[in-house]
């Protein structure tokens, strides 16, 4: 179990959170056409190593935290707000 | 006179931990026996000579108990009866209270006449994989004949039926350091992070604390002291009776504290049993070691045991597990055993040691013992009990029996590794002690035997050195170090000997009855991993996770593959260590309090009028309201003709409402929605529907524009909290520059919709500050007013597709308006309707609900194509693939039968006459008011080109097929005057 730091909430149990997946990933602009789209719901690297994701808070403030998790050894290298720009380490 | 042979006595008189002076009576399949406090069930039977207490899973051998603690993989019986009975306990771990009533398994009809034992005979047909080779085909056959034989034939023991009558709790704790296991290691551990000021817990699974020195007279003063000592610590504390199962991200630990299972009945207030989640700062594993087997032919029979495990029951329980030993061992720590026997009384010992003679086997000549260096058992006799054990010398082929009533096995110590293993510890292997060692990882380290420092003084300095750590690290400086247990400890140097090859049956896997030669075989069919071939033979896979035969298997696949154990590894083990019990994962999860339960201001009122009630997400709600001996379908259709003919009420609280407001409230609406709401007037509401990206429909619901930058969006009930997190996805991370703010008001606003040809005349009554003719307030209108004095705001929108408004006012004036809403329609006729005559009027009128909106239609497949906008929204380039755009989708229609009284049903396929391919399916059904008889939606290929036709509704599981007719959706007022009257 996961122990997230919640930027508006400090240290949180994951049973609080929800996955959201990869928040790399960016909404296309309206007219980027069907690939672009597809790409945008469907297509994930699925990474073995870190990755950058979204946790929504659910059970707290229901904000969603950016989060660099490492998929191998479920270790946390950051979080932050949606807007932040989080430092991934190399591998 | 005849001499009668005596029978020996079994229980020593003195020395151990249990208490001679009380007697507990306990009963094994139907028999009474006695045992003494500080006994487990496996201590107390060897006491009274019973040697068979289970059948295998596969074979159905008999089997003995073969180890003393948690890694038993034989002895497993139901214990307690009734509701309480569980099974598959490990006598070995099962603590004796009086009046204990324990059973054999999985032997029928009894222990000793077992007839799945032919299973035994059939096993050259019965490899590895058998199931899977045999069974493939025909399918039908595998359902209907061999999976019921094979369950009954195979398989432990059964689960009570009964509901349990014991209660759980979930607990949490915290601490600095988490020490598992009080073995000699885990004491010294806690009492230096304990002194060092740090927070620890000690768990221990056993209840008795002390591991391995409860097997040693001459450090009790030393157990003692450090009890007392740990005791004296507030910031300590050891929980007995607690097996720490599991180990998570992060440093939280499970763990599973038998509260009351040494107890007939839990006390008043208690738990039977706590489920612990433990974060801690730091971890030290001092789980100490488990004892090898080695394999070789009849390495299963009753009366084999690990060496550790007699020597166990001789020191701790003060019980004789056989008079005429054989110990055959590879390693010096075995030899332990020798003197531990001879002090319980036993007659004589053999030793035979597959090394040539060392320095451990010459001092146990010395003591009188005879010592068979460089030989190797080749079997057991004794199908009941063990009474001659077969050896030879290594090499050669003459085999010799040695008369002998039990048979002491030790292939060595491996560190119990399991939980480290769990956190993904890097291993090591060891060839000092041919076992896997775990390394260090951050927050966590292992101490004594469970990193391969065995002996007691060696595992006390290395427990010391690693609470120390640990508390260090946590932030505590060690304080002076205290007198630790000395001596000289055995070499534990071992000779890797993993088998005897010889004719027979050799298990690496007693409670799965894995053989060597299923190993074997998975390898030669190609089961060459460890993890493939564990899965293959289910080696290791039992509830003992292969504790004392998991190396050895492993050792047998290396040998095959021609490469080294430390090569081939160890699959990863998973939780549990031990098994635990369901009730204890649920913990007070069950029944009523599963979930929390969601009650509308309504509730009550709605029970008072003999609502059936019906469970909607979390939310309760009202089905029908039955009178005194009237079927649920008569007050149904009553309540739906209420509605059609004169005017209903319905609670509608439970939808979802979010309240959304700024500067850009409107352009995010029609970025979710795929309708516009920028252009809607304030004072107006509009249907709305909302896509997922993917282009399917996510939901719908009505959207009210209060104020410029003020919306009222309604969600439908079961998605109201998906929609709110939707709308925050995308408000937080796809557009944060958008000036919008939300929040769920649903249970803030008590809603109610009044519908029907009078529902005009009977708010007419009620209302103030409105004018509610359709002038004052036209279709989809809002506006506020007051209603009995209490605050309302009302909005003209139908679902049921009568004239209708929907009232919602500030939730605690519920009652109050509900009640003077009622009481102005008393003259009319009004009935209150529920969720059941609700579905009805819309099946009528054909607006989707959730059976149409499942996540797997479009806005075309469910007849709102047209409310697509030009703009971007979410879901808009998706839902033009082609896929989703092909004209032969199955679109929304309507269908009636012919007969009208025959029931249709959801699920039902539509298909033509004497055809069975399926052209759509049945989504929604009623009995209706208005067409009559039964209707229902549907999803159908070539949708408005088959209105008219007439199509079967097969409905295969129950072996109907019902005819129907194939019609618009819209069953009623199709060109939707009545809304607008």
């Known amino acids: ?91 | 006179m005849i001499e009668l042979p005596r029978r020996p006595r079994l229980r020593t008189r003195k020395g151990g931990h249990v208490d001679r002076d009380r007697s507990l009576t306990f009963r094994f399949d139907g028999r009474a026996y006695q045992g003494h406090p500080g006994d487990t069930l496996a201590s107390a039977l060897l006491a009274a000579g019973v040697r068979i207490v289970g059948r295998s899973f596969k074979y159905h051998r008999p089997r003995g108990i073969y180890t003393a603690g948690p890694e038993e993989p034989n002895a497993l019986a139901g214990i307690g009866t009734g509701a309480r009975a569980t099974p598959n306990s490990k006598v070995t771990t099962v603590e004796l209270h009086d009046g204990l009533v324990a059973r054999s398994q999985n032997r029928w009809p009894s222990l000793a006449l077992d007839l799945m034992c032919v299973n035994s005979a059939l096993s050259r047909f019965l490899p590895a994989g058998f199931y899977y080779k045999t069974f493939m085909w025909p399918a039908a056959f595998w359902e209907k004949v061999y999976e019921p034989a094979i369950r009954r034939a195979a398989g432990l023991g059964r689960a009570s039926a009964l509901p349990d009558p014991d209660h759980y709790e979930a607990c949490h704790a915290h601490c600095d350091v988490l020490v598992v296991g009080s073995g000699v290691a885990g004491l010294a551990a806690a009492r230096a992070a304990g002194e060092a000021g740090a927070r620890v817990i000690l768990a221990e699974q056993d209840f008795l604390a002390g591991g391995g020195l409860l097997c040693e007279p001459g450090q009790e003063a030393w157990r003692q002291e450090a009890l007392a000592a740990l005791a004296a610590l507030p910031n300590v504390t050891t929980t007995l009776r607690t097996t720490v199962f599991g180990y998570y991200e992060q440093n939280m630990l499970g763990a599973l504290e038998r509260v009351a299972d040494h107890l007939p009945v839990p006390p008043a207030h208690q738990p039977r049993q706590r489920y612990w989640t433990i974060r801690a700062g730091e971890v030290v594993l001092a789980t100490g070691a488990d004892e090898r087997l080695i394999a070789f032919p009849g390495n299963d029979r009753p009366g084999v045991m690990l060496a550790g495990a007699a020597r166990t029951y001789a020191r701790r329980f003060g019980v004789l597990a056989g008079s005429r030993a054989v110990l055959f061992a590879n390693n010096d720590e075995a030899y332990g055993t020798l003197a531990a026997l001879a002090e319980a009384g036993a007659e004589r010992v053999t030793v035979v040691d597959p090394r040539p003679l060392g320095p451990a086997a010459a001092a146990a000549r010395r003591q009188g013992f005879e010592v068979l260096a460089g030989h190797e058992v080749t079997g057991g006799h004794g199908g009941r009990g063990i009474y001659s054990v077969e050896a030879r010398a290594i090499g050669s082929a003459g085999a010799f029996q040695i008369d002998a009533d039990l048979l002491c096995v030790s292939g060595g110590y491996g560190p119990a590794i399991q939980l480290a293993s769990q956190s993904r510890t890097a291993m090591r292997w060891d060839d000092r002690i041919a076992a896997f060692v775990p390394g260090d990882a951050p927050g966590q380290r292992s101490a004594g035997g469970a990193r391969g420092c065995f002996g007691i003084a060696a595992a006390a300095r290395d427990g010391l050195a690693a609470g120390q750590a640990a508390a260090s690290a946590a932030g505590f400086a060690a304080k002076a170090a205290f007198a630790l247990p000395e001596g000289d400890d055995p070499d534990a140097t071992v000779a890797p000997f993993w088998e005897v090859r010889a004719r027979g049956k050799s298990f690496v896997d007693l409670q799965h009855d894995v053989t060597t030669a299923d190993i074997r075989l998975a390898h030669r069919e190609g089961y060459r991993h460890i993890e493939h071939a564990k899965r293959y033979t289910t080696h290791a896979m039992a509830t003992d996770q292969g504790k004392t035969g998991g190396l050895v298997g492993a050792a047998v696949l290396a040998e095959a593959r021609g490469e080294t154990v430390a090569v081939v590894g160890m699959p990863t083990y998973r939780p549990y260590v031990s098994p635990v019990t369901w009730g204890a994962v649920a913990g007070h999860h069950r029944g009523r309090a599963f979930a929390p339960i969601r009650r509308t201001m309504l509730h009550d009122w709605h029970a008072r009028r003999g609502a059936e009630f019906m469970e909607a997400g979390l939310w309760l709600r009202p089905a029908f309201y039955a009178r005194p001996g009237e079927a649920p379908w008569d007050a149904i259709l009553r309540e739906g003709r209420a509605v059609r003919q004169a005017v209903g009420i319905c609670d509608v609280s439970t939808l979802g409402k979010i309240d959304v407001q700024g500067s850009d409230a409107a352009t995010f609406l029609d970025r979710l929605y795929t309708n516009t709401f920028s252009t809607l007037p304030v004072g107006k509401a509009r249907y709305g529907l909302m896509l997922r990206e993917d282009g399917m429909v996510m939901d719908d619901g009505t959207t009210s524009r209060l104020a410029p930058d003020h919306f009222f969006v309604t969600t439908t009930t079961a998605n109201a909290g998906r929609v709110m997190e939707h709308m925050e996805f995308h408000a937080q991370t796809v557009w944060p520059e958008l000036d919008v703010q939300f929040a769920s008001v649903t249970d803030q606003w008590a809603s109610m919709s009044v519908a029907g040809p009078e529902a005009r005349r009977t708010l007419a009554k009620v209302i103030a500050g409105l004018d509610i003719s359709d002038a004052g307030l036209p279709f989809m209108g809002v506006a506020d007013a007051t209603l009995a004095g209490c605050p309302v705001r009302v909005f003209r929108i139908s679902f049921s597709g009568e004239l209708a408004f929907e009232v919602a006012t500030p939730a605690g004036y519920a009652l109050a308006v509900w009640e003077a809403i009622l009481a102005a329609g008393a003259e009319f006729g009004i009935e209150p309707y529920g969720v059941e005559a609700l579905g009805l009027l819309r099946i009528e009128k054909g607006h989707v609900a959730g059976a149409e909106l499942n996540g797997q239609t479009t806005m075309r497949d469910v007849g709102l194509g047209k409310m697509a906008k030009k703009g971007d929204f979410v879901g808009k380039v998706l839902a033009g693939r082609p896929g989703l755009t092909d004209p032969a989708r199955p679109r929304l229609v309507g269908v009636r039968a012919v007969d009208r009284e025959r029931q249709i049903r959801p699920g039902a396929h539509l298909v033509e006459p004497g055809s069975d391919r399926s052209l759509g399916w049945i989504t929604s059904v009623t009995r209706s008011v208005e067409p009559g008889g039964w209707i229902g939606l549907a999803m159908l290929s070539g949708d408005a080109d088959r209105h008219g036709q007439r199509l079967v509704a097969a409905f295969p599981l129950m072996n109907e097929a019902v005819e129907v007719e194939i019609s618009s959706p819209h069953f009623v007022d199709p060109e939707n005057a009545r809304v607008r009257s």
């Not at chain 1, 960016?26 to 699925?46: E, M, S």
């Not at chain 1, 290298?77 to 720009?85: I, L, R």
Request: glycine letters at 10%.
């Open chain 1, 1 to 91: 179990m996961h122990r997230i730091d919640c930027p508006w909430c400090g240290p949180r149990d994951e049973a609080e959170f929800a996955y959201r997946g990869d928040a790399t990933v960016r909404r296309p602009a309206h007219d980027a056409g069907i690939d672009a789209f597809y790409d945008y719901v469907y297509t994930r690297a699925n990474p073995r190593g870190w990755h950058t994701e979204w946790w929504h808070h659910a059970g707290g403030c229901r904000q969603f935290v950016k989060v660099v998790r490492h998929t191998m050894t479920h270790e946390i290298a950051g979080t932050g707000k949606a807007g932040d720009s989080l430092p991934v380490p190399a591998e």
